[in-house]
């Protein structure tokens, strides 16, 4: 078992978010799952488009990537791997989270899941984690994971 490791950065402001993401990108495969957590408003959806973003552009493509507040789930293809958006926040029960076929996506797409909490028993226990929370005009992030190939995270900003 991999001991977790974790990052405290702070992001002054909506640029500084979309750049972790954009390093972090590269460095994600089919089977990862990011947890987004945060209230609302703290950049969760800022954050998952960025990657979301930095991988479709590093293949060439475009493509608008709205939220899924109401749609749930947003699915993308960089031409590499599937990913899949999700936005739980109006979900009531972890069983839809079947019906929306996210369960299967996490085994073969990059998954963004944002208001984990909705997952309830279901969440992956190897995800990375992510919380945004608002600091002044700012935000701060908080992220653990336990492979080690997403400690990009924290190397410029132990």
């Keep these: 078992m991999l001991s977790p490791a974790s990052v405290h950065i702070v ?16 460095h994600l495969r089919a089977g990862d ?3 987004l957590t945060g209230t609302l408003g703290a950049g969760k959806t800022h954050f998952a488009r960025a990657i979301i973003q930095k991988r479709l ?3 060439g493509l475009w493509e ?11 699915t993308y293809d960089d031409g590499v ?8 926040y109006r979900l009531t029960d972890p069983n839809e989270i079947i019906e929306l076929g996210l369960d299967d996506a996490r085994e073969t797409a990059i998954t963004l899941i944002e208001w984990p909490d909705r997952l309830g028993s279901l969440a992956p226990k190897d995800a990375l984690r ?8 700012g935000r701060t992030l908080t992220a653990s994971w336990d492979d ?11």
Excluded: F, K
């Design 130 to 137: 992510i919380t945004l929370a608002m600091d002044g005009d």
């Design 148 to 158: 080690p190939r997403l400690s990009i995270l924290g190397a410029e900003n132990a």
């Design 57 to 59: 552009s590093d293949s």
């Design 64 to 74: 608008d990537v709205p939220s899924p507040t109401y749609t749930l789930v947003q």
């Design 11 to 26: 992001l002054p402001g909506p640029d500084d978010t979309a750049a972790v993401a954009a390093r972090l990108a590269p």
């Design 81 to 88: 791997c599937a990913l899949w958006h999700a936005d739980l």
């Design 33 to 35: 799952c990011l947890l």
